[in-house]
Structure formats: structure tokens, C-alpha cells
């Protein structure tokens, strides 16, 4: 992967992440179960306060794996000339959770404000590890974000855990070049796409529809998602639903097992030289990916330039258009921070301030999260070269409408993500039983949960 690619898109967003650290929920919950209030706030701040607190000389530090984030701290700090960002990339996904954990657990050295994963946010809030923005004026931005990432930050108690900062809504990247030669329309249904995907292999044993990786729990949530699924809800901090083995994960068991058992479809882990070599060669005719992929792909397959387009998921239900989300962060205040009031202002300011904003999309490609970015012209109107002068991004944009707002995340993502890849991925790879590996995985982190001493519901 491209060192600037990687650091623009997040890899970890993509790889959903293995297991991090030793220390079990159970422990975690006790090391933060003391009072790591800080300053924190429970009733609305005064406006009073907040000018108080935004003229007072102050230094905060941001954990961030974004690459050249300065020229955005620097809006802030214009603004808020007493206020000082001390920037630091403490790693990218894994290795930056991996040290916020231990500053938790030690009582010191963590960050006031950090970056973290949309499918992250439960993870850090279960450990009460997180300040509620909505005394600091978080509430007032909802409408400026996309329903959808709204409803990834906020807890199910209404608190508002983060800021979003950008998005990954799932379509389908496809070789328009290869669809003529081989007669392929642009599969509107999974069944248009699993005909598809027999019919190319027949025609060409040496090509693919698509590559659906076995080390790849991301996109097999993202695809989830899409479908409908619930596989994971909670209203209180000790109970949770776990539903990887319902009717609609075993739909998708049957589909991408058999697809992957007749061995119509890859199934190589991704992002590695092979997979990139691939792409490069035309051994994929499509890649399902997110909003993030079309930049990525630009960078990664330049001897394919002018040859890919964009276009929706295939629907289960042509009716009713859905997509699922594939990557996507937000700023989120720690609560031990000394100076939430400050902390607070800054995750709000540098996500929703609209020149930081488009920076973020124009700089360092996010692909946007507000609402007037993807409205933008400008922005949506681009039409790069690579893509045959599509407009890509209106293509994203439009997807993005369709993403569902319940979909919910697990407070132990690590290990969820480590037994999907030792059951459903395995079976990928191996050509096995895909239904019955989502039992595994749904049998592994039940067990899981209920060890973590989780009330669990569900199959």
C-alpha cells in the first residue's frame, strides 16, 4: 500500500483489526470504574463559561493518525489563539488503542481529545472512558452531519460520544473494460451479481467478478449492515444482543459460501502484494469497497487508469436501496481530560467548521461526513480522469442517503473481529461450511460476553 494512502484512508479501518492487549473487559471496568471525571460536566455549560475557558492559556493533546492535520489545527488555533494543539500520531488503529488502554489503565498519559473508529466508540465508552459532549453544545450539530454517522456516536442513553469526521458508505468499483468484453451489465441484484460471477469465470477461468477476503470482517459487516442485520444492540452497559447466525447472517453465509465454494469468487486476504498485483492485472473485475476506495485505487492501480467506474451495491431488494458502511472516525473527548470545556470545542470545531472540513476532504480525501460538503458542487462534481469522468463522489454521496442509522457495534470489537476471521473467514478460505461457521461465530462470542460478564440475548 502507498505510505500515502495508507495514512489518508486508515488501514485499520479497512482490516477491522485483530486482537489488542491481554487485559479482559472485566478488568478494564474495574481500572475505570474510579472517579476519571476530570473536569467533566453533567448539566450544560454556560456560554459564560466557554468564553472563560477559550480565552485561558491552555494546552491540549490530540492523538491522530492523520497525515499533515496541522493546516486544520491551525483554523482552530487562529480562532482560539490561547488554546495550543500539541498534534501526536500515536499509531495507526491497533497500536494507538493499544496505548490509549494502558494511559487508561495506568491513570496517566492519555490524550484530552483522540481519533477514534466509528466501530470503535463502544469499546471505549463500555470503560466509561469517554466525556459526553452534549453539555458542551454537541447537541446543536446534529443537522450538520449525515443522519447515519449521528447515530454512531451517540450512546443509548442519548449521549453524544464523538464527532464524526468522515465516512466510508459501501458501493461496487467495476472494469467497465472487462464488463463489455464479457457482456456483464452492472448488476443490480446479488442474484444479477452471482450469475455474473459464473458467467465471467466461465468465460475466462483466469478472471474473477470480485474478491471477497478471507481477513475481512469489515467488509463482511459493512455487507451486513446492507442486508439489514442487527448483530449486535444494547441498552445498558451489562446487556447485550448478539445476532450473527440469524436468518439474514445465514443469507449471506449461503450466498458468499457457495460463491466462494464453487470458487467463482476470490477469496486472497487483501491489501497485500498479491492483491494489489491482481487489481493491476484485471484478475478482479470488481472490488466491493467504500467511499474511501476510489482514491485508494487511483493510487494503488495506475495501470488501470480509466477503466474502473463506480456504482451502487447489488440490493437484495431492488425496492428499497441500502447500503452498509465500510471505515469512517470521529474526534472523541477523553474523560480524564483536564479541560473538557477546551477539548469539547476543539472535537466539535475541527469536524464541523466548514474550511476544516472540506480540507479534511480535499487534502487528505476523507470522503466527508457533513452534509454541505456532500451538497458541494465542487466537490461532488469532480470528475477524475481514473474513472473515465464519473462523478465519483456524487455516486458515494447518493449512497450514502441509503445507509441505515440503527446499526449498532459491539463493546469488544477485537475479539468479535478475531473470531470471525477463525470461523467465517477460515471457511472462505478453506471452501467450508459458511453457515455453520457463522454458529461457531456466534457460539464463540456469546461465550465471550457472558465470561466479560454481559447479560446476553439472542441466538
Not at 476530570?38 to 490530540?62: C, H, R
Not at 444479477?192 to 478472471?207: C, G, Q, S, T, V
Not at 475481512?216 to 447485550?240: F, N, V
Not at 458502511?325 to 476543539?346: C, D, H, M, R, Y
Request: some cysteine; glycine content about 8%.
Amino acid at each position: 500500500m502507498p505510505e500515502n494512502l495508507t495514512s489518508r484512508s486508515g488501514f485499520s479501518r479497512r482490516s477491522f483489526l485483530s486482537a489488542v492487549g491481554a487485559t479482559s473487559l472485566t478488568a478494564a471496568l474495574a481500572a475505570c470504574s474510579g472517579d476519571a471525571s476530570g473536569g467533566a460536566a453533567t448539566q450544560a455549560v454556560s456560554q459564560a463559561d466557554i468564553d472563560k475557558a477559550m480565552s485561558a492559556p491552555t494546552e491540549l493533546t490530540f492523538w491522530t493518525w492523520v497525515p499533515d492535520i496541522q493546516q486544520e489545527v491551525a483554523l482552530f488555533e487562529t480562532k482560539y489563539p490561547a488554546i495550543k494543539i500539541n498534534v501526536v500520531n500515536a499509531g495507526q488503529g491497533t497500536p494507538q488503542y493499544t496505548k490509549l488502554r494502558t494511559a487508561l489503565q495506568a491513570g496517566s498519559g492519555a490524550p484530552d481529545v483522540v481519533q477514534i473508529e466509528f466501530q470503535y466508540i463502544p469499546t471505549f465508552a463500555v470503560i466509561d472512558s469517554l466525556l459526553d459532549l452534549r453539555p458542551y453544545g454537541a447537541s446543536a450539530l446534529k443537522d450538520k452531519f449525515v443522519d447515519w454517522t449521528w447515530g454512531q456516536v451517540t450512546g443509548s442513553g442519548g449521549e453524544i460520544w464523538a464527532i464524526p469526521q468522515d465516512t466510508g458508505p459501501m458501493g461496487l468499483l467495476y472494469r467497465q473494460d472487462i464488463f463489455d468484453q464479457y457482456g456483464i451489465a452492472v448488476p443490480k441484484t446479488w442474484d444479477d451479481f452471482a450469475a455474473a460471477a459464473r458467467k465471467l469465470h466461465a468465460a475466462n477461468p483466469e478472471i474473477y467478478l470480485t474478491n471477497l477476503a478471507q481477513n475481512q470482517p469489515a467488509a463482511w459487516h459493512g455487507l451486513m449492515w446492507q442486508a439489514g442485520a442487527k448483530p449486535y444492540g444494547s441498552t445498558s452497559k451489562s446487556d447485550i444482543s448478539i445476532n450473527v447466525d440469524d436468518d439474514i447472517a445465514r443469507k449471506l453465509a449461503t450466498y458468499w459460501g457457495g460463491l466462494a465454494k464453487d470458487g467463482v469468487i476470490g477469496v486472497e486476504p487483501d491489501f497485500t502484494d498479491a492483491w494489489y498485483a491482481a487489481l493491476n492485472s484485471g484478475k478482479y473485475a470488481t472490488w466491493i469497497t467504500a467511499a474511501w476506495g476510489p482514491v485508494f485505487l487511483s493510487g494503488s492501480a495506475k495501470a488501470t487508469a480509466g477503466k474502473w467506474r463506480a456504482a451502487p451495491l447489488p440490493q437484495w431488494d431492488a425496492s428499497k436501496p441500502s447500503s452498509g458502511n465500510w471505515g469512517g472516525s470521529t474526534s472523541a473527548v477523553i474523560k480524564s481530560t483536564k479541560n473538557p470545556i477546551a477539548a469539547a470545542q476543539f472535537a466539535q470545531f475541527v469536524n464541523s467548521d466548514p474550511e476544516s472540513a472540506k480540507l479534511f476532504a480535499t487534502k487528505q480525501f476523507f470522503f466527508p461526513a457533513t452534509k454541505a460538503l456532500l451538497a458541494d458542487p465542487a466537490y461532488v462534481g469532480d470528475a477524475p480522469a481514473f474513472y473515465g469522468g464519473q462523478k465519483v463522489n456524487q455516486v458515494f454521496a447518493d449512497i450514502g442517503n441509503t445507509v441505515n442509522v440503527s446499526f449498532q457495534w459491539p463493546p469488544f470489537l477485537d475479539q468479535v473481529a478475531t473470531d470471525w476471521t477463525e470461523t467465517v473467514g477460515k471457511s472462505l478460505a478453506d471452501k467450508a461450511d459458511t453457515v455453520a461457521a457463522s454458529a461457531q461465530w456466534q457460539s464463540r462470542i456469546t461465550t465471550f460476553a457472558k465470561n466479560q460478564g454481559f447479560t446476553v440475548q439472542g441466538r
